[in-house]
């Protein structure tokens, strides 16, 4: 094994990065991986495109370094639906359905921050859904619409309980 080489697990699997262990995790994931749901939007941590989750947490993957990422989980777009089925996550889903996406270039960071939020609150208000999302941003502006798919998210997976 290169000594430079880094065990990451991403989606559930177990995957060797050989490359620069100090590039930004998004290069990794989306050149090395070949996984584009992230998006380089910013570079700088500011817009969310890039959002992937940490061991649950969103995290900009455009500013974190891939060597930091070893020994965590990390969860793409990708990586949400069901590998079996194919059925997507509740929260892709309701994006679907309440049409949360325009152009489609922030979805990814929604997404991602909605599902973190969804995991540590179930039942969010209005106000609390905007808190955890501020940090992405929609140029199209359809907050009206992202606000209602994690709405629905948050009806679905109470539903399905």
């Known amino acids: 094994m290169d000594e430079t080489a880094i065990q990451l697990n991403i989606n559930g699997l177990n995957k060797l990065s050989s490359g620069d262990p100090d590039r930004n995790l998004l290069d990794c994931l989306r050149v090395e991986m070949g996984l584009n749901g ?16 940490i061991d649950g947490s969103p995290a900009r993957a455009c500013v974190l370094r891939t060597r930091h990422a070893e020994g965590h989980k990390i969860t793409t777009l990708e990586g949400l639906a069901d590998p079996e089925t194919g059925k ?13 996406a325009q152009c489609g270039y922030c979805t990814n960071g929604m997404v991602m921050s909605a599902i973190a939020l969804l995991e540590q609150n179930p039942s969010p208000t209005d106000t609390e859904i905007r808190l955890a999302l501020r940090h992405n941003l929609c140029r199209c502006g359809a907050h009206t619409e992202i606000i209602a798919s994690v709405k629905r ?4 997976m109470e539903a399905s309980k």
């Open 38 to 53: 992230p998006k380089y939007g910013c570079g700088l941590a500011q817009c969310g495109a890039c959002t992937v989750l």
């Open 88 to 100: 997507l996550h509740p929260v892709q889903a309701a994006f679907l359905e309440m049409e949360g």
């Open 153 to 156: 998210a948050a009806q679905n």
